[in-house]
């Protein structure tokens, strides 16, 4: 049995990839996350661990011996990154490099999740070799832990991603999609941003694109999201038409109006070709991802 370790298995992404990695039968699944599971489900350990302290994390390791360590725990809150900058360098920058050190020594492949907010957006879409500059701590951070997986001699694989949305069976954090539907169905008008502009991801998605990079086991960067760039407000736009909602309660405002605490930036998106050629990732664009995500969509799984 393959061993592998998903960190952050209550998260969004964690969850997601429990549910494709479990039936698959061949790996042996150890989930870490804080507090009691989220994932009522057998077919995989659950240990509480602090991500936060380094003995608890090596000794869960030590106890595992995994072939896999999948990185899908961070501060993933920009604006609380920008005015918790501590507790984020904790989770998003030394923790990784405890993980490296384990990989280091036990020869483990780190397949870790990073994001686009690594480039300041001012020229997007993006290439894996194009250069960073982030304009948020959380970006910052980010790329401090990649240049931490980077500079180590690991076998690795870094994969960005971009604005992730899905539904888990149960959601600490709402998503674009979500917090679209949500909002709509209760007949309450949103406003959204209209000159960020980002290639959505489903969390299904980038849970078969880290499937992928363990069987690729290829070392490097690669870029994860749907095919085509719109526009924050084009995506809420786009949920509303898909699920037979009211769009006129979305109104468009700019990032200057909205003023959010930490920066964004305005243009991201990636060049996918990479994850492509390869690890046979299969793009889609973000409606046809949506056309799945309402096949498989029950409101009363809808905790948030
Ligand atoms: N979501 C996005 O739009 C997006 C975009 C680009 C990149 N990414 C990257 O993709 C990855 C996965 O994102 P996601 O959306 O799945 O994030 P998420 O839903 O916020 O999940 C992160 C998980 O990490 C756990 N965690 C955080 N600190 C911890 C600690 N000290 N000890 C134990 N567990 C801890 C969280 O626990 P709690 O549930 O208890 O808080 C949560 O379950 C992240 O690395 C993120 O940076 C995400």
Redesign the pocket.
């Known amino acids: 049995m393959i061993k592998v370790v998903i ?10 990839l429990l549910d494709l990695l479990i039936p698959d039968g061949k790996y042996q699944i150890h989930g ?4 009691p599971s ?1 994932y009522p489900v057998d077919g995989f350990q659950y240990h ?6 380094k003995i608890q994390v090596d000794a869960a390791l030590a106890a595992i011996s995994p072939n896999f360590i999948i ?7 920009v604006d609380v990154c920008d005015s918790n900058r501590e ?1 984020c360098d ?3 920058v030394q ?1 990784v490099s405890w993980l490296v050190e384990y990989c280091k020594l036990s020869n483990a492949h780190l397949i ?6 690594v480039f300041d957006g001012k020229n997007g879409p993006y290439k894996e070799t194009d250069t960073t500059n982030p304009i948020s701590y ?1 970006g910052l951070s ?1 790329l401090r832990s990649e240049e931490t997986i980077l500079s180590s001699k690991i076998n690795f694989t870094i ?8 539904l888990v069976r149960d ?3 709402t ?2 999609v979500l917090w679209v539907l949500k909002s709509l169905k209760t007949g309450k008008p949103i406003t959204v941003v209209h000159d960020q502009y980002r290639m ?2 489903n ?1 299904k998605s ?1 849970s078969e694109a880290c499937k992928l990079a363990m069987e690729a086991k290829r070392n490097g960067i690669f870029h994860i999201s749907s095919s085509r760039l719109m526009s924050v407000y084009q995506i809420a736009v786009t949920v509303a038409k898909t699920f037979g909602l009211n769009s006129d309660l979305i109104s468009p405002i700019s990032s200057l109006e909205l003023n959010q605490p930490a920066n964004r930036p305005p243009k991201t998106g990636f060049y996918i070709e990479k994850a492509v050629k390869e690890l046979g990732f299969a793009p889609k664009t973000f409606e046809e991802e949506l056309l799945e995500f309402k096949a498989n969509y029950d409101d009363s799984t809808f905790n948030l």
């Not at 870790?112 to 907010?117: A, E, I, R, V």
């Open positions: 960190t952050g298995s209550n998260g969004l992404l964690g969850q997601t870490f996350s804080r507090g989220r509480t661990v602090d991500l936060s302290d990185n899908t725990a961070a501060m993933t809150h507790a904790i989770i998003n923790m870790h999740l990073s994001t686009d907010f959380y980010k994969l960005r991603t971009i604005l992730v949305y899905g959601m600490s954090r998503n674009i959505p991801t969390a980038l």
